[in-house]
Antibody, heavy 120, light 110 residues
Framework: QEQLVESWGGVVQPGRSLRLSCAAS????????MHWVRQAPGKGLEWVAL????????FYADSVKGRFTISRDNPQNTLDLQLNSLRAEDTAVYYC?????????????WGQGTMVTVSS | QSALTQPPSASGSPGQSVTISCTGT?????????VSWYQQHPGKAPKFLIY???ERPSGVPDRFSGSKSGNTASLTVSGLLAEDEAVYYC??????????FGSGTKVTVL
């Protein structure tokens, strides 16, 4: 069964850092691009970042560019998101998502999400 | 990149059909056929429903169908069931490895 499990969300003060992790199982992790998508409380979905299957190419939403870094470890089947210089508006559930198909635009497997709260 | 525009709500009685629109621009929906749809129940992660405008992944009932005309994509849910009550999101590839989601539509089964 294809599965993604996020971890290491929590409460953090503005300006501080946090590192999220996502463990993949049940599929060949190194064959797929991976996304992070977030959802602020009571709000819609927002695309955050994309990493290619081999980790060589990384892309970010303008709202997080320069502050967040996506990375992956294919032998360990893990995907990470380093969140720096956190702001209140970064408060959200963060989902790890598999990208499939053309332009990796079909987000077909979702984790359960991990909550990040930025508050003093 | 602005969010795609969806109506906040839609409704229908059991057995009826409901159609949700998703309006973008000539730089996203109008340019690419990479439109997807997702269903989200309260407190749950989104579920993948439709890709490339009108393709269904295995396991998704054929009651769910998609289409596109110009800068607007649509999702139709036929034969509404109580379990279809959820929030539905569209998404589109927007070029240059950017992706945009819709604002979400809450579907109520009356």
């Amino acid at each position: 069964q294809e599965q993604l499990v996020e971890s290491w969300g929590g409460v953090v003060q503005p300006g501080r850092s946090l590192r999220l992790s996502c463990a993949a199982s049940g599929f060949t992790f190194g064959s797929y691009a991976m996304h992070w998508v977030r959802q602020a409380p009571g709000k819609g979905l927002e695309w955050v970042a994309l990493i290619s299957y081999d980790g060589r190419n990384k892309f970010y939403a303008d709202s997080v560019k320069g502050r967040f870094t996506i990375s992956r470890d294919n032998p360990q089947n893990t995907l990470d998101l380093q969140l720096n210089s956190l702001r209140a508006e970064d408060t959200a559930v963060y989902y790890c998502v598999r990208g499939w198909g053309k332009a990796a635009a079909a987000l077909d497997v979702w984790g359960q999400g991990t909550m990040v709260t930025v508050s003093s | 990149q602005s969010a795609l525009t969806q109506p906040p709500s839609a409704s229908g009685s059991p057995g009826q059909s409901v159609t949700i629109s998703c309006t973008g621009t000539s730089s996203d929906i109008g340019l690419y056929n990479y439109v997807s749809w997702y269903q989200q129940h309260p407190g749950k992660a989104p579920k993948f429903l439709i890709y490339e405008i009108n393709e269904r992944p295995s396991g998704v009932p054929d009651r769910f169908s998609g289409s596109k005309s110009g800068n607007t994509a649509s999702l139709t849910v036929s034969g509404l069931l109580a379990e279809d009550e959820a929030v539905y999101y569209c998404s589109s590839y927007a070029g240059n490895n950017n992706y945009v989601f819709g604002s979400g539509t809450k579907v109520t089964v009356l």
